[in-house]
């Protein structure tokens, strides 16, 4: 008899953390495995948001904190909006929560209802499909190519829309493509977006500093889309935070106030030390974070190198985040060392299992053509994971 829901037995595994995970049981067993799955930045967390936190503890804020965030830490974040995207919050409109992922759980609990559709730009991140399965929603995905950059364009977004349509997601820069939606991209799509009525777009922005493209641009500043967009942001890529947990929104002041109705329930506020090192995050220039873009983007220009010198191998060049994403399509059907590769899942169990580097299937993120490869490790490792998988597929 089987005790448990329907709900967790119709939810799918995060593959992103289950490739991690059996990278780290290979390696466990003495392989030599390379991963280039998680999304996970390999620099530390600043020293000077480190000293805060410290400060933090002796100046012990071990209580409970309010259940959306610090007025402090949501003043601040108002002050980065302000910024960084020419975008107006007040601390009303400000949700401070356990992880940008958190943040989009709350988002869809308390504006989907069951049957309405969610509009998902494929290639679109991993967590974004269950999250809306779960609140009840259908998600409805449209997807684009690597000759597209993979970006959906105001025609599809128009066809995809109907009278069920509730909201859409994206992500930009993009996880798992790393593209980024220019300003003039962006106000075409709003175009559609404002010719219907009570139609909401969750806008992504996790990895908004980690951009090689000169520029970034926050749909909600379009004119129009202001009262129309939910802005998820957080510190965990940018100022490789990702174990401190802190994410937020920008919204309505209906929903941010949802959001905290809904978060109460759930887990309260988000850790206390967290959240005041977070306000020496947020505060900060964004030109601390200069070298370490510059790295990733060393990083992107020798991967797409290396790529493009493996023939079968179609691949475009990212403009953001940590990630690219090849098309890998040619080898379907093809035998590789006695095995055939009939999918994305085949060619990355195969690079796996015989080139001994972790990657994620583009089935993961909606796109079946293509894999997903994380570049933030060292120049060194991704030389030679590319060197492995080069030999494995010629």
């Not at 970034?216 to 174990?243: H, L, Y």
């Not at 403009?319 to 060619?347: C, Q």
Request: one cysteine or more; aromatic letters at 8%; charged letters at 20%.
């Amino acid at each position: 008899m089987n005790p448990l829901s329907d709900r967790i037995n119709n939810l799918s595994t995060s593959q992103t953390l289950a490739m991690a995970a059996l990278a780290r049981e290979l390696k466990a067993q003495g392989k030599d495995i390379i991963s280039l799955s998680l999304g996970e930045p390999d620099f530390n967390t600043p020293d000077f948001i480190k000293e805060a936190a410290k400060k933090a503890i002796d100046e012990n804020y071990s209580t409970y904190s309010p259940v959306d965030g610090y007025l402090e830490l949501k003043e601040a974040i108002c002050n980065k909006f302000k910024r960084d995207n020419n975008l107006i919050y007040t601390p009303s409109n400000i949700v401070v929560s356990t992880g940008a992922k958190q943040s989009l759980y709350n988002i869809a609990q308390v504006m989907i209802n069951p049957g309405d559709e969610v509009i998902l730009p494929a290639p679109y991140w991993v967590s974004y499909y269950e999250i809306i399965k779960i609140a009840g929603g259908i998600p409805v995905e449209v997807p684009t190519t690597v000759d597209s950059d993979f970006k959906i364009t105001p025609a599809q977004l128009a066809q995809a829309i109907t009278p069920k349509t509730k909201m859409i997601w994206y992500s930009s820069p993009c996880n798992p493509s790393g593209s980024v939606y220019n300003r003039e991209e962006l106000t075409a799509l709003s175009e559609i977006i404002l010719q219907h009525d009570n139609l909401y777009v969750v806008s992504d922005e996790i990895y908004e500093h980690i951009n090689f493209s000169g520029t970034f641009c926050s749909i909600a500043s379009i004119p129009g889309m202001f009262d129309r967009t939910i802005t998820v942001n957080g510190v965990a890529k940018a100022f490789a935070m990702t174990g401190w947990r802190i994410g937020y929104i920008g919204a309505p002041e209906a929903i941010a106030k949802a959001c905290t109705k809904m978060q109460g329930q759930v887990t309260s506020g988000a850790n206390s030390i967290a959240q005041r090192a977070t306000i020496t995050a947020v505060n900060a220039d964004p030109s601390v974070l200069n070298a370490m873009v510059a790295a990733f983007q060393r990083r992107r220009d020798l991967v797409v190198k290396l790529l493009q010198d493996i023939p079968g191998i179609k691949i475009n060049i990212p403009e953001g985040a940590f990630y690219v994403f090849p098309d890998i399509s040619s080898f379907f059907g093809k035998t590789l060392r006695g095995k055939v590769i009939h999918n994305a899942d085949d060619f990355s169990m195969y690079l796996l299992a015989e080139a001994n580097v972790a990657t994620v299937t583009g089935d993961a993120f909606g796109n079946p053509n293509c894999i997903r490869f994380s570049y933030a490790t060292s120049e060194e490792l991704l030389t030679e994971a590319l060197r492995r998988i080069k030999e494995a597929v010629t």
